[in-house]
């Protein structure tokens, strides 16, 4: 789980001058993966494994944004709530490298590129307005990482143990599929716009006149230290 909070000293929205502009931004990611790999020594010192495999995943994200204006500024503006849950499944190859540098230490490195096919539940809160949509669509993701790692064996190889610290980063290519409303469309208060398709994308905010709305599209990317134990037996 990640969070991101952030706030600007100042910002325009739909023409008005905003004097205090604060987001939060909460997500949460759960991944499985299913993988084989196959070691392979291309000298005494480097191992290689090419490894293929299966992901099942979820993805949820919330950004809160709240503004206010000055004194005289113009209307009040009211909050703005996105939030995207997707739930897929797809594969992946990738490829993990070890240099072994002195006894049981070694630098590591591994990098793997994937696709996979899931559904998107999207829904935004604009002041009184809500609307949201739902589809399916095919979505590619890239991860890498690097570090150091220890590892030993015991009885007899009938055990192992490896301990690991490095530095991940993971990209999920057009992870981010929100909209934009023109402030001149204003439904009725009370009402919602309510969408629901699961063919294209471009057809999910078909309820709402092509005029008024433009969609917005960006990468989800995350990177830390992780530290990691393994087992083998």
């Not at 992946?92 to 996979?116: E, K, N, Q």
């Not at 949201?132 to 993701?141: G, K, N, Q």
């Not at 790692?149 to 610290?165: I, M, N, R």
Request: a negative charge; proline letters at 4%; one cysteine or more.
């Amino acid at each position: 789980m990640l969070f991101l909070a952030s706030r600007y000293p100042s910002a325009s929205i739909g023409g008005a001058n905003v004097s205090v502009l604060d987001s939060f931004w909460k997500m949460t990611t759960d991944i499985i993966d299913f993988s084989w790999s196959r070691s392979q020594w291309l000298s005494k010192y480097v191992e290689t494994a090419p490894r293929v495999g299966l992901r099942l995943g979820r993805i949820e994200q919330e950004w809160r944004i709240t503004t206010s204006v000055p004194s005289g500024g113009g209307p009040a503006l009211g909050g703005t709530t996105l939030e995207s849950t997707f739930k897929g499944a797809g594969a992946f190859f990738g490829f993990d490298t070890l240099w072994h540098i002195c006894g049981s230490f070694g630098l590591y490195s591994h990098v793997a590129l994937g696709s996979w096919y899931g559904r998107f539940d999207v829904e935004q809160r604009e002041g009184s307005q809500l609307f949201f949509a739902d589809f399916y669509t095919l979505r590619s993701f890239m991860e890498n990482d690097f570090g150091l790692k220890w590892s030993a064996q015991f009885c007899d190889g009938s055990y192992g143990l490896f301990l690991s610290v490095g530095w991940e980063t993971h990209i999920f290519y057009d992870q981010n599929p929100f909209y934009t409303i023109a402030p001149i469309y204003k439904p009725v208060v009370g009402t919602a716009t309510v969408v629901d398709t699961d063919s294209k994308e471009e057809q999910a905010l078909a309820a709402v006149p092509a005029e008024y709305v433009a969609p917005r599209r960006g990468d989800l990317a995350t990177q830390g230290l992780v530290v990691k134990a393994h087992v083998l037996f």
